[in-house]
């Protein structure tokens, strides 16, 4: 039976002592909540979400973005349109839109996103984000293209709710296409 002969030069290493792997954890740690914190824009949570993705503070009528996660989803509630009715000679008009959620609560820190459908009838403002009653109020201002045919009844509106930081296609994201009455 043949032995592996003893190297004189091989060293052993030693595994590094508890206090390093402690200061490790700990810079982990806080490194992981730093980007939780980047990642929901500051909005911190009063609710972590549960299993089905709610706020498990059920008592809340307004959750922060943060308190939201898949498979719970933004939702478009409402949409208003402040400025009163739309028509021909609309040179600016604003509009409020509430974002709730499918857990039955508003949405505070949401990214809304609304734009005309065709493009270039108005101006795309800039996006805004819920506040405490889980509304935005955006202003457009008319272009070009407006209206976009004589025959023109409605005023269609893309809108998004997301989380900011969060990809618009994926997590709790929602989409809808909603129509403003136009009156001649």
């Known amino acids: 039976m043949e032995r592996f002969p003893r190297h004189p030069k091989v060293r052993?290493?030693?595994?590094?002592?508890p206090l390093a792997i402690a200061f490790v954890t700990v810079l982990a740690l806080a490194l992981v909540a730093a980007a939780a914190m980047a990642a929901t824009n500051g909005t911190r949570g009063t609710a972590a979400p549960g299993p089905n993705g709610c706020p498990t503070n059920k008592s809340l009528k307004t959750a922060?973005?943060?308190?939201?996660?898949?498979?719970?989803?933004?939702?478009?509630?409402?949409?208003?349109?402040?400025?009163?009715?739309?028509?021909?000679?609309?040179?600016?008009f604003t509009l409020k839109v509430r974002v709730g959620s499918t857990c039955s609560v508003n949405i505070k820190g949401a990214s809304v996103y609304?734009?005309?459908?065709?493009y270039n009838q108005f101006s795309i403002p800039a996006e805004e984000l819920t506040g405490d009653d889980g509304t935005a109020t955006l202003?457009?201002?008319?272009?070009?293209?407006f209206p976009a045919s004589s025959k023109q009844q409605q005023l269609t509106l893309f809108i998004r709710a997301t989380?900011?930081?969060?990809?618009?296609?994926?997590?709790?994201?929602?989409?809808?296409?909603v129509a403003v009455d136009f009156s001649g």
């Open 64 to 92: 922060p973005i943060a308190d939201l996660a898949p498979p719970a989803r933004t939702q478009i509630a409402a949409f208003d349109v402040l400025s009163g009715p739309i028509n021909k000679q609309t040179q600016t």
């Open 12 to 17: 052993h290493v030693l595994a590094p002592a």
């Open 114 to 118: 609304v734009t005309a459908v065709p």
């Open 139 to 145: 202003v457009f201002r008319r272009d070009a293209n």
């Open 163 to 177: 989380k900011p930081g969060e990809d618009p296609l994926a997590g709790v994201s929602t989409r809808r296409l």
